[in-house]
């Protein structure tokens, strides 16, 4: 078991510019979990999937914000017109229960200049 | 009004010596409490989890959860310079997602 892997680890990219990131759980895990995290903040919760579905969905995650977990094995988010503001630490999690412990990938990195 | 609460720190000790994090959270519905520790840089892995009262040791970790007065604490014993790091705590309610606090910065000094 190589634990929760996501790729890439950084990206730069300009104002305005599409970019998805690809998260891949530990492999009997049901629940998968996508948070960001800005410097000095905890992880603030973006959306979660059970198998392929998605349950929740943040109400401070805009319409640019997009996530998939298509057959219910690896997740994708992707952030359309990236701004500044979107800089951060992109995490994901995942767990085998809905109360089970979640661990985290290494996270990806965003720097929108 | 913030869900989960932690005093951002630093909290400083001296090597050797008991850091004591603590954590408060809203919502008495929440049914599990965990603790993660967060290194510059790095992304948060796991160091405790507790779902019901009283203590839960793990090494020189003990992780305390009184639900009728909404806390828990995470303890460290013997501190080390390696222990410095942010930990933050976590809540999970009703099974849904994970709410975590702010995270306080501990500091140990040699």
């Known amino acids: 078991d190589t634990g929760v892997s996501q790729n890439p680890r950084h990206k730069i990219t300009k104002r305005g510019q599409n970019v998805t990131f690809r998260c891949d759980p530990i492999?009997?895990?049901?629940?998968l979990y996508w948070y960001r995290q800005t410097l000095g903040q905890g992880p603030e919760f973006l959306t979660y999937f059970q198998n392929e579905a998605q349950l929740e969905k943040s109400r401070l995650l805009s319409d640019r914000f997009s996530a998939e977990r298509p057959k219910g094995s690896f997740s994708t988010l992707e952030i359309q017109r990236t701004e500044q503001g979107d800089s951060a630490m992109y995490l994901c999690a995942s767990s085998l229960a809905q109360f089970g412990e979640a661990f985290f990938g290494q996270g990806t990195r965003l720097t929108v200049v | 009004q913030k869900e989960v609460e932690q005093n951002s720190g630093p909290l400083s000790v001296p090597e050797g010596a008991i850091a004591s994090l603590n954590c408060t959270y809203s919502?008495?519905?929440?049914?599990?409490f965990f603790w993660y520790r967060q290194y510059s840089g790095k992304s948060p892995e796991l160091i405790m989890s507790?779902?019901?009262?009283g203590d839960k040791e793990d090494g020189r970790f003990t992780a305390q959860l009184n639900k009728a007065s909404q806390y828990v604490s995470l303890l460290i014993r013997d501190s080390q310079p390696s222990d410095s790091a942010t930990y933050l705590c976590a809540v999970n309610n009703y099974g849904q997602n994970f709410v975590f606090g702010p995270g306080t910065r501990l500091s140990v000094l040699p």
């Open positions: 919502d008495r519905g929440s049914q599990s």
């Open positions: 507790i779902y019901s009262n």
């Open positions: 492999s009997e895990h049901n629940r």
